[in-house]
């Protein structure tokens, strides 16, 4: 009977519309239009690679959609235990068709040509919508994004700051810093002001969220404006940066940005812990890992400093999945979101929802993201959570808390949608 | 099957009278005069505060206690996913007669009115030790607690330590100290003697444990008599520390601890890794939080060094739960030691129980202790435990391993209420 | 049916031949001769420790085998809970006959005679390698080890390297490494080439892997050659190490072994993350514990200097598990290896496989391995993991994303048997 209940669960949480909170959707090119954009996914590439496909086979320039679709089936058949790969056939016969147990290097031709008829279709884009019950998605926004030529209801911006706090070394980051703002950033109050101006054109444009993602070493301070601000400044927007002088500016351009999203009235979704480019010969967005020994006790000081702030915060060990449930227990200001990245498994996601649900008030968890690159990916991975979440509500709730179906119905729902409307004002 | 042989086992182990190994009850106000002693513990209103009541409201001096639990169940609606309000549930329905299956605006007043009448019957401290089954709670007693005026073999004195290992800098400890043992704390010699007069004091009250709440980056060590020591006493007791006086000043007092706990043959209850005051606006007993980067390793020095005191482990991460199978698998002298605090949720308890009953003598698990602050949580804290516990005992041992149902209830048994007379020798 | 469906699955890897890709076993002397040599195993010598026997009396010189077993007696039914001593009840009923629940006082002569009469057999050792369904073992060689007077076909050698990247220091280690290379160790250059002879005689014998077990706080770099090395080398070869020089020998020596294990073609089992003697009062083999404050990005500068070379990794904590997984997933050349020692515990080894089977190319996950000292173990070890991988196969695969049973075994076997014979060359 439990099967049998988490099932119904599941179907009832199949009907409810989605926000998606957090997405790398390009809002101008949303849908895929072959295989290749759906199997280009770096979580294949990057899977059939560590199977044994060379790089240069996978990124060679100029090769086919299909031909690139034909060389990454070669290695499928080896991640095909994969919850990833388990995505791509949901989604194959959701959307295509696909009536195969197994893509093979026999069947797959027949599928890439049938889909390519099917993305070619006029309206692709809002018959995926449409059929994944995606209503809007939240996308990763370059600071300099223009925002304009796409509906921010349906598509809504978020300000990724990544390239703020970590590379004004870089001199690419400062020339569209000052292209975007006007302002060429030479000191702590250009900065100050250049973000100021990115936040009020973000803030224009519909913006819901602002958003990063941290290594395992970051933790946050403010810093005082003075000499030693200056100095660490000077050496790093002369690209002369020490270790010191980095962690500074980027303590400072951080606490920059949290101010703003006080000011703006804007939730900071932290994504804490990933290592970049651990290993540098990795296929494209395929190089980056993490160091499990990072702690929620680095942010201490920005939790107590911006009480007015919501942090939906993100962690992508799972061995820090019970720092976020205390701390989101303990914090108002503190939410769980997701499941991220190397934690998006089934395993892991079952034993964080189990915990979250057991602990943290039910209107501060946003139980999912995509963090897809293409549209067609919602479908799949919402729906490896909504089963999971079914399964944890007929087991602990209805089961083991005596809850009626509609209840725990209720607070499924809350956790999928509802938290994501009023978290984010949507 | 599976779920009707755990619900036999459950029932079995319901029947257990109880000897409850931890608490914070206060021995001459046990048991609760209103529903505000109840839902005032700090899960509730820490939990209430974190879905966004505002600390004044909670705090507010002078507000009736039946103006407080009102202003509570605004914000517990919120929280009505969490097992901690399962517990307040479970315990409503059965001292109160509680039977809606939430707590409302509507429904909250006639519980209120109705517990406080049943609260007030002169025996109620009485029902509840017999509604629960506990037969004997152990106290969390300040180290100049008089221990008079209450049946030490009902509560049972457990002298807390965290005042004289962290807190010498403070004058009223000071005092307090001087006061309870009749000696000013001037040196090494004069904190030693003042301390074997308490440890006297408390074994002449049938004091059967010791214990003490740590941060994760403490490291017992041994301090020799010197110079050096002398030297970081005198800074801290002139509250002039610096980190490494006080971190010598509380190695050497840790360690002084210990060698009494040999002395007087009384285990030493190691409760490992919370931060306090993480946020520092709080409610109160809701400001502390941990870093789960701790290690058991840290306790290598104090473990062997004294193999004849026990040390009941808790630890506050379940992510140290593997460490402490794993050390109480190989030394004897480490118990492990309840599911305390942020690891007090089902979903780490299930998975902490398993490891334990699958790797540490079945001889050196005490199985669960209630932390309550008032009796009335016993009872729905440790039928918690026992449900888990009977789901695991059904599952691995009687299913899992052909163990028949008499040998695994005598397993549990064992962990639930044997270990806790033969280690604290009760 | 998730329960029957487990079982038939179970039953089906049961028929699999298996190569067991780790263990201790002594090839001359594989399989036991009395009970003292399957009791002996330090799992019960240290649980029975732990549990209160004195380790005088479990390691007496000159006690006989039973008397030895006798003792041990007294204290298994204080652990008769573990995994570890139904690994032994299945043993003595497979190999033994033994038809009783537990082990007693009453009853355990009686097993160890019928026992001695069955070892005794001329050929026991074929007999539990057939019973078994073992066709081959991985042995753990000594450096100098002369492989001769055993198939190594049956027994494959696994070139154990401890000694040589931690022990330099030791005279008797340079004694050995002398006598085995014919060169006296005093220089990088001298190491190197007696490294090379080394490899050469195992590589003469029929090695399949190079395996090294690591502390913690071990980090592999390439050291270049030059008057820092040659000082830390004169350091440590007069025994006057200190901490930074025997990090750098080591770490010579490490790199040293991994050129030629890219030289030779083997596979480097890495085994990370155990402390050496934390409790050195403790009995034989049962001294080493943990900290969990590892992570595989100290690894990071290895996994990328050397692609060719595949790193079968096992990691002591199970909070290390993710890591694995995800290091595993990006990088090519890191298999996951097993389950070790202190996660080798059913609840951690279901979360660790349901994890990896989700996340990591199904050909390059090694299931299992014994890890045992006497040829009996291996069946009951295996069994374990196998009744765990058939649930996992059951609830995941044939129920969670609707595989055909024959599908499931088949990725079964793979984790089991095909990667075992393809990562190792056998």
Redesign the interface.
């Given at each position: 009977m439990p099967?049998e209940l988490a099932q119904r669960l599941f179907h009832e949480l199949e009907q409810l519309p989605l926000i998606d909170p957090h997405s790398h959707i390009n809002p101008h090119a949303a849908a895929s239009k072959t295989l290749a954009d759906i199997l280009g996914y770096h979580y294949y590439t990057?899977?059939a690679?560590?199977?044994?496909l060379p790089k240069e086979r996978i990124e060679e320039p100029g090769i086919s959609p299909k031909e690139k679709v034909g060389r990454l089936i070669e290695k499928l058949g080896?991640?095909?235990?994969?919850?990833?790969l388990?995505w791509f056939l949901d989604l194959a016969k959701t959307f295509f068709g696909f009536e195969d147990?197994r893509l093979t290097l026999q069947n797959w031709e027949r599928l890439y040509d049938a889909s390519a008829k099917k993305m070619a279709e006029p309206d692709w884009e809002e018959q995926v919508l449409k059929i994944s019950k995606l209503e809007a998605v939240f996308l990763t926004n370059d600071f300099d994004d223009p925002l304009t030529g796409f509906d921010t209801k349906r598509y809504i911006p978020c300000l990724r700051t990544d390239d703020l706090v970590f590379h004004f070394e870089n001199p690419a980051t400062r020339e569209r810093f000052a292209k975007a703002t006007g302002i060429t950033p030479t000191s702590a109050a250009t900065i100050r002001n250049g973000i100021g101006k990115l936040f009020s054109h973000f803030k224009a444009n519909g913006v819901r969220a602002c958003a990063i993602s941290l290594p395992p070493d970051f933790s946050p301070a403010a810093v005082s404006d003075g000499p030693g601000l200056d100095n660490a400044l000077a050496k790093v927007l002369s690209e002369q940066g020490c270790a010191d002088s980095r962690r500074l500016v980027s303590q400072f351009v951080f606490w920059t940005i949290a101010q703003y999203c006080a000011e703006f009235k804007l939730p900071f979704d932290l994504m804490i812990g990933v290592?970049r480019k651990?290993?540098?010969?990795?296929v494209y967005q395929?190089?980056d890992?993490?160091?499990?020994?990072v702690?929620?006790?680095q942010y201490?000081e920005l939790?107590?400093a911006f009480?007015q702030v919501t942090f939906p915060i993100s962690v992508l060990?799972?061995?820090?999945n019970?720092?976020l449930?205390?701390?989101?227990?303990?914090?108002?200001n503190v939410v769980t979101n997701g499941h991220w990245w190397?934690?998006n498994?089934?395993?892991?996601i079952e034993?964080d929802t189990?915990?979250r649900?057991?602990?943290?008030?039910?209107?501060?968890q946003v139980g999912y993201y995509s963090d897809m690159y293409k549209l067609e990916f919602g479908l799949p991975k919402f729906r490896m959570y909504r089963r999971i979440l079914a399964k944890v509500l007929a087991e602990?709730?209805v089961?083991?808390?005596?809850?009626?179906e509609a209840?725990a119905l209720e607070?499924g729902k809350t956790v999928l949608r509802g938290n994501v409307e009023r978290i984010f004002s949507v």
């Open positions: 099967r990057e899977l690679h560590s199977a044994g080896e991640i095909d235990n994969s919850v990833q388990s147990d290592n651990v290993y540098p010969q990795g395929g190089q890992l993490f160091d499990h020994r702690s929620l006790i201490k939790l107590n009480p060990g799972q061995t820090s019970q720092e449930v205390s701390y989101a227990w303990i914090f108002p190397y934690s498994i089934p395993s892991y034993l189990r915990s649900l057991e602990a943290v008030p039910r209107t501060k602990d709730f089961i083991g808390r005596n809850w009626s209840r607070l």
